[in-house]
């Protein structure tokens, strides 16, 4: 089956700009989880989706980032205005019935705030 | 947010050694799991356990749920140049699906 989808791999913006990253889960996972991963740190929670409705977001920083799972298939995550401490790669995964043990990673998008 | 503590932090060691890692925190977890990262990649999952004290092989890989629920070890045994890369361990809690993600050991290996 071909794997959760992320784009684009890399991008380098300046602070206060935006930033938007999109997820394509593996079809017919019905969660979708984004962590942040800080360079040197292990990935980090920012929400979970289930099929279009947020199940966690605790630790989102809202003030400047969020999340939509239109549909309940694709995801989008955005950041503005982006500081430099966002720097990091942003992790999407996805599902089938939730639980740790199905999670399946996508390759991530690097993002770098100057 | 929480981070699970893992040492070492890194480890350099010759093809063919034995490797041993652990994971240790504050809190205590239902399910214990293992990843590895290659540079450039999503972490893929090595091994999962379930139940304090159980102990699970994945090839040359052997993990072990503590007893106190609390802490959790990994080894590789007779090592080579793919095994290089950062191992994670992640604890889930009864109820969720989030993972706390340890702080990661960078495996080097050297022929």
């Known amino acids: 089956e071909a794997g959760v989808a992320q784009s684009p791999r890399y991008k380098i913006i300046e602070k206060r700009q935006s930033v938007a990253f999109w997820c394509n889960p593996i079809?017919?996972?019905?969660?979708l989880y984004w962590y942040q991963q800080i360079l040197g740190q292990g990935p980090k929670l920012l929400i979970q989706?289930?099929?279009?409705?947020?199940?966690?977001d605790s630790q989102l920083p809202k003030d400047r980032f969020s999340a939509e799972r239109l549909k309940g298939v694709d995801s989008t995550l955005k950041i503005q205005p982006a500081k430099l401490e966002d720097s990091a790669v942003y992790l999407c995964?996805?599902?089938?019935?939730?639980?740790?043990?199905?999670?399946?990673f996508g390759s991530g998008t690097r993002l770098t705030v100057v | 947010g929480q981070q699970l503590n893992q040492s070492p932090q890194s480890m350099f060691i010759q093809e063919g050694e034995d490797v041993s890692m652990n994971c240790t925190s504050s809190s205590i977890f239902n399910t214990w799991l293992w990843y590895k990262q290659d540079p450039g990649e999503g972490p893929v999952l090595l091994i999962a356990l379930y139940k304090a004290g159980e102990l699970t092989s994945n090839g040359r890989l052997t993990a072990q749920f503590g007893i106190t629920r609390k802490d959790s070890f990994l080894n590789i045994s007779a090592s080579i140049p793919s095994d290089v890369g950062i191992y994670f361990c992640?604890?889930?809690?009864?109820?969720?699906?989030?993972?706390?993600f340890g702080t990661g050991t960078r495996l080097q290996v050297f022929p």
């Open positions: 079809s017919g996972h019905a969660t």
């Open positions: 995964a996805s599902s089938f019935t939730g639980g740790a043990v199905g999670y399946t």
């Open positions: 989706f289930q099929n279009n409705g947020v199940v966690d």
């Open positions: 992640a604890g889930q809690s009864y109820n969720t699906d989030k993972l706390i």
